[in-house]
């Protein structure tokens, strides 16, 4: 099936680092969401991006969309430790009603 | 804010027996999704459902497998026999439409002996 790739699996780092997850697929897409996951939690939407190079920010996080739309990133700055959890990237595919495909998630471990 | 509940939070049934999972979606959500999570694993999509029918599914969901939305609010997940595999978090999702961000509910996890 479809895959959304998502790298890497885990980081590790100290608290005041900087943090970036990266999902590629080869498939162009229709849009892509992210999604945080705590630990013993469910996914909670953080952003959707839908235009070509499109770029958001929330606070400490910037969400980036490919221009070939192909590819996306999510960068925290300066970690805390409440930003501990699952980042996940979910695609979808094709315009319409068309299900999300999950990447892999990147599990982030922050170090105080 | 509203919440997608589900319920049992956690099931635990012997294995070839039946599990009905249930979720009370968003009420003026239009479209509904389950989704499986093996420990440790991605979120992997089971089906999706609009207007009083399956819209997607995937691999995963075969004969086992049922949805049902039998009144106007509840979401509910069968899994006829289950197996030792079928052990994992259940996670519930709605959204307004088909394209917006879905909201997860806190899921069942279902432990199967």
């Known amino acids: 099936g479809q895959q959304v790739m998502q790298i890497p699996q885990y980081q590790h780092v100290q608290e005041g680092e900087d943090f970036t997850t990266y999902c590629n697929s080869s498939t162009t897409l229709s849009n892509i969401q992210w999604y945080k996951q705590r630990p013993g939690g469910h996914p909670v939407f953080l952003i959707q991006?839908?235009?070509?190079?499109e770029v958001k920010k929330q606070k400490r996080l910037t969400f980036q969309f490919g221009e070939a739309k192909k590819n996306s990133s999510l960068h925290i700055t300066a970690t805390q430790t409440t930003d501990v959890g699952t980042y996940f990237c979910a695609a979808t595919l094709n315009s319409g009603n068309t299900p999300l495909v999950f990447g892999k998630g990147t599990r982030l471990s922050v170090i105080a | 804010e509203p919440e997608v509940t589900q319920t049992p939070s956690h099931q635990v049934t012997q294995m070839g027996q039946e599990v009905i999972l249930r979720c009370v979606p968003i009420s003026n959500h239009l479209y509904f999704y389950w989704y499986r999570q093996i420990l440790g694993q991605k979120v992997e999509f089971l089906v999706s459902?609009?207007?009083?029918?399956?819209?997607?599914k995937s691999e995963i969901f075969d004969d086992q497998f049922s949805v049902e939305r039998p009144d106007g609010s509840n979401f509910t997940l069968k899994i006829r026999s289950t197996k030792l595999e079928d052990s994992a978090m259940y996670f519930c999702?709605?959204?307004?439409?088909?394209?917006?961000?879905?909201?997860f509910g806190d899921g069942t996890r279902l432990s199967i002996l």
């Open positions: 991006l839908v235009k070509s190079g």
């Open positions: 999702a709605s959204s307004p439409l088909g394209t917006q961000p879905q909201h």
């Open positions: 459902f609009y207007n009083n029918e399956i819209s997607e």
